[in-house]
């Protein structure tokens, strides 16, 4: 079975602190993301890394930067924490073979990180 | 980019009964419609997806149905049991973009 862990499931800070949030996946997929879970607004992505050191902005990169040194580990940093970045965090990954046209695979998505910025 | 409308955002239904969830998407380059459960304190997971080349797939007491031109798809679930209870969330992967699309979810109740 694919395994995608996150850090922390529950994680507290202050406004203006840095933030790290790490994810590990196992399966040696190509592919990892950084989504946010509001109410209302479904699943939003931040970021995504198609391999080392690779990364894309998504939809909302606002206020974050990403990290991918290792193909099993994806990190969503934020520079200084806001409370409007007071959310859940989900990280997925996702095997694409490399050269396939209009390629997708299956996302695998961790438990989630919810983070508190007060 | 994308929009990805989902309906209803809850849905109640006694065991038993029927449940269906519909979504609508916006950009024909969408050529992949995954379904996921969430269910309390875990992650999405997929229960079942759809490619554009195909109309319908069922597996077991859930089916998916994709009407390209209209862009919209539908989740059915049959004989409803209150483990499926949980939050549903629809998808639409644009292979230009290379990036997935979601819903903003349906809670769905099963009542016992």
Same mark, same amino acid.
């Given at each position: 079975? /694919?395994?995608?862990?996150?850090?922390?499931? %529950?994680?507290?800070? +202050?406004?203006?602190?840095?933030? #790290?949030?790490?994810?590990?996946?196992?399966?040696?997929?190509?592919?990892?993301?950084?989504? +946010?879970?509001?109410?209302?607004?479904?699943?939003?992505?931040?970021? *995504?890394?198609?391999?080392?050191?690779?990364?894309?902005?998504g939809d909302i990169p606002e206020g974050y930067s990403v990290s991918r040194e290792k193909k099993e580990r994806f990190s969503l940093i934020l520079e200084s924490a806001s409370t409007n970045q007071?959310?859940?965090?989900?990280? =997925?990954?996702?095997?694409?073979?490399?050269? +396939?046209?209009? =390629?997708?695979?299956?996302?695998? #998505?961790?438990?989630?990180?919810?983070?508190?910025?007060? | 980019?994308?929009?990805?409308?989902?309906?209803?955002?809850?849905?109640? /239904?006694?065991?038993?009964?029927? =449940? /269906?969830?519909?979504?609508?998407?916006?950009?024909?380059a969408s050529n992949y419609f995954p379904w996921y459960k969430q269910e309390l304190g875990k992650g999405p997971q997929l229960i079942i997806d759809i490619r554009s080349n195909v109309g319908e797939?069922?597996?077991?007491?859930?089916?998916?149905?994709?009407?390209?031109?209209?862009?919209?798809?539908?989740?059915?679930?049959?004989?409803?049991?209150?483990?499926?209870?949980?939050?549903? *969330?629809?998808?639409?992967?644009?292979?230009?973009?290379?990036?997935? %699309?979601?819903?903003?979810?349906?809670?769905?109740?099963?009542?016992?």
């Amino acid at each position: 079975d /694919v395994k995608v862990t996150q850090s922390s499931r %529950y994680l507290v800070k +202050r406004t203006g602190e840095k933030v #790290f949030l790490e994810c590990v996946q196992d399966m040696d997929h190509e592919n990892m993301f950084w989504y +946010r879970q509001d109410p209302g607004l479904g699943l939003r992505l931040i970021y *995504f890394s198609y391999d080392v050191k690779m990364k894309e902005k998504g939809d909302i990169p606002e206020g974050y930067s990403v990290s991918r040194e290792k193909k099993e580990r994806f990190s969503l940093i934020l520079e200084s924490a806001s409370t409007n970045q007071t959310s859940m965090y989900l990280c =997925a990954s996702s095997l694409i073979p490399s050269g +396939r046209a209009m =390629a997708v695979d299956e996302q695998f #998505f961790g438990p989630g990180t919810r983070l508190t910025v007060l | 980019g994308e929009n990805v409308e989902q309906h209803p955002s809850t849905l109640s /239904v006694q065991e038993g009964d029927s =449940a /269906v969830i519909k979504c609508t998407y916006s950009d024909s380059a969408s050529n992949y419609f995954p379904w996921y459960k969430q269910e309390l304190g875990k992650g999405p997971q997929l229960i079942i997806d759809i490619r554009s080349n195909v109309g319908e797939k069922k597996d077991q007491r859930i089916a998916v149905t994709l009407n390209k031109t209209a862009k919209h798809f539908s989740l059915h679930i049959t004989e409803t049991q209150p483990e499926d209870s949980a939050v549903y *969330f629809c998808a639409a992967f644009v292979y230009t973009g290379n990036q997935f %699309y979601f819903g903003t979810g349906t809670s769905l109740t099963v009542i016992p």
